[in-house]
């Protein structure tokens, strides 16, 4: 195997009971990383391939069982643990956290504050960014995740319309996400609920009734209506 870097012993930081260590190129890997270049830290050497151009740079962190492997680049301050994977041409940077059982491959970016789990799988150009959070759900083809939105197990997203986002909605000021699923449906999910449309109805009219002064709970029918609407084509 012609190794592509080595782990600095002197050069190691300590996350939970773990210690990471700085890794640097025995060899010229990418563009922009020549034979010397200093990485970010990896647990040991199964958590990054020495085939391919794959990389950790900066401050970035790869441990426990993830690997990171093809081409793929993880910088910044990133995080990706657990039995996670970063493969093919995926990037995960910014302050983006992939654990668990999550898988973000081909050309898939997690960037910003967004944290991937679970068994959730990107793929091909989606990109998961803001502070949105992806647990289980399937994202691929062009979709975006953005924002605060929350993306669970049923979720089977493939492009910038299956997917919607509202922030600040009623008096709690909540974000309601509303997302294709794997069977065609749309799915809400929101602070303290998650289910169908005709659910998240039957929610908003148990919550706040009938009273017409209830302005947040027209302002939500309203809403159930516009995610009707925007998911009807």
Same mark, same amino acid.
């Given at each position: 195997?012609?190794?592509?870097?080595r782990l600095?012993p002197s &050069? #190691?930081?300590? @996350?939970? #009971?773990?210690?990471?260590?700085?890794?640097? $190129?025995?060899?010229?890997?990418?563009?922009?990383?020549?034979?010397?270049?200093?990485?970010?830290?990896?647990?040991?050497?199964?958590?990054?391939?020495?085939?391919?151009?794959?990389?950790? =740079?900066?401050? $970035? +962190? /790869?441990?426990?069982?993830? @690997?990171?492997?093809?081409?793929?680049?993880?910088?910044?301050?990133?995080?990706?643990?657990?039995?996670?994977?970063?493969?093919?041409?995926?990037?995960?940077?910014?302050? =983006?956290?992939?654990? +668990?059982?999550?898988?973000?491959?081909?050309?898939?970016?997690?960037? &910003?504050?967004? /944290?991937?789990?679970?068994?959730?799988? /990107?793929?091909? &150009? $989606? /990109?998961?960014?803001?502070?949105?959070?992806?647990?289980?759900?399937?994202?691929?083809?062009?979709?975006?995740?953005?924002?605060?939105?929350?993306?669970?197990?049923?979720?089977?997203?493939?492009?910038?319309?299956?997917?919607?986002?509202?922030?600040?909605?009623?008096?709690?000021?909540?974000?309601?996400?509303?997302?294709?699923?794997?069977?065609?449906?749309?799915?809400?999910?929101? +602070?303290?609920?998650?289910?169908? !449309?005709?659910?998240?109805?039957?929610?908003?009219?148990? &919550?706040?009734? =009938?009273?017409?002064?209830?302005?947040?709970?027209?302002?939500?029918?309203? !809403?159930?209506?516009?995610?009707?609407?925007?998911?009807?084509?």
């Open positions: 195997m012609n190794r592509k870097y600095l &050069d #190691s930081i300590i @996350v939970g #009971s773990r210690t990471l260590y700085r890794v640097q $190129a025995l060899r010229d890997v990418s563009e922009g990383v020549v034979h010397g270049t200093l990485g970010g830290y990896i647990e040991c050497e199964a958590n990054l391939s020495h085939a391919g151009r794959a990389w950790v =740079a900066d401050s $970035a +962190t /790869i441990y426990q069982n993830a @690997v990171v492997s093809g081409n793929a680049l993880v910088q910044g301050h990133a995080v990706v643990r657990g039995s996670s994977s970063v493969a093919d041409d995926a990037r995960v940077y910014g302050y =983006a956290q992939v654990a +668990t059982n999550a898988r973000i491959s081909e050309r898939a970016a997690v960037f &910003d504050n967004a /944290i991937v789990s679970g068994k959730a799988c /990107i793929a091909g &150009d $989606a /990109i998961v960014y803001g502070r949105s959070s992806v647990h289980d759900g399937h994202v691929f083809g062009r979709a975006h995740v953005r924002g605060n939105a929350v993306v669970l197990g049923s979720a089977r997203i493939k492009d910038f319309n299956d997917i919607s986002t509202f922030d600040g909605i009623g008096p709690r000021a909540s974000v309601v996400t509303a997302y294709r699923t794997g069977d065609g449906s749309v799915e809400v999910v929101c +602070t303290g609920f998650r289910g169908s !449309l005709a659910q998240f109805r039957l929610r908003v009219q148990a &919550d706040h009734g =009938a009273r017409r002064k209830d302005k947040a709970g027209w302002a939500l029918l309203g !809403l159930a209506n516009l995610i009707e609407f925007q998911f009807s084509g």
